[in-house]
């Protein structure tokens, strides 16, 4: 039998073109789609706005309800004003901004009623955007 010799190197060097032509092409298709939505992307007029001044509403901090307890009764603290009652903290949260929120910050031996009715206040005041924070001991 005779055998025939290849050259090692004539043989490795065939690709098939057809799936080579079947790629090339797949990407032009997918370069032309999507430049024509970087196209519109472009149009689009951008949310920020430039304009204005003053007080943003990212600028405010959110209030801080400090409970605390001063002789085994429950005080609601805002800044350097104090209240005691449900009601009475009702009516100074009224008064503040209600855009930035408001965050009630408790000590573990205030009992869970004065934080749920902090909570409910801040609620009953207006105030979207609440949460509960555990104040550092």
Same mark, same amino acid.
């Given at each position: ?11 490795l060097g065939a690709l098939p073109l057809t799936s080579m032509i079947d790629v090339? !092409?797949?990407?032009?298709?997918? !370069?032309?789609?999507? #430049? ?18 003053? /007080? ?11 409970? /605390? ?6 005080? !609601? ?5 104090? /209240?005691?009652?449900?009601? #009475? ?12 929120? /408001? ?33 550092d001991e």
């Amino acid at each position: 039998m005779a055998r025939k010799r290849f050259k090692r190197g004539s043989h490795l060097g065939a690709l098939p073109l057809t799936s080579m032509i079947d790629v090339v !092409f797949l990407l032009l298709v997918y !370069f032309l789609v999507t #430049a024509n939505f970087a196209q519109q992307e472009r149009d689009l007029s951008s949310a920020v706005q430039a304009e204005g001044g003053g /007080v943003r509403v990212s600028d405010l901090q959110p209030q801080i309800v400090e409970i /605390v307890l001063s002789n085994s009764v429950v005080e !609601f603290r805002i800044a350097s004003r104090a /209240v005691r009652s449900q009601e #009475a903290l009702v009516g100074l949260l009224k008064s503040l901004p209600k855009e930035p929120g /408001v965050a009630i910050r408790a000590r573990r031996d205030v009992p869970i009623s004065a934080v749920a009715a902090a909570m409910q206040a801040s609620q009953d005041a207006g105030f979207s955007r609440r949460s509960y924070v555990p104040a550092d001991e």
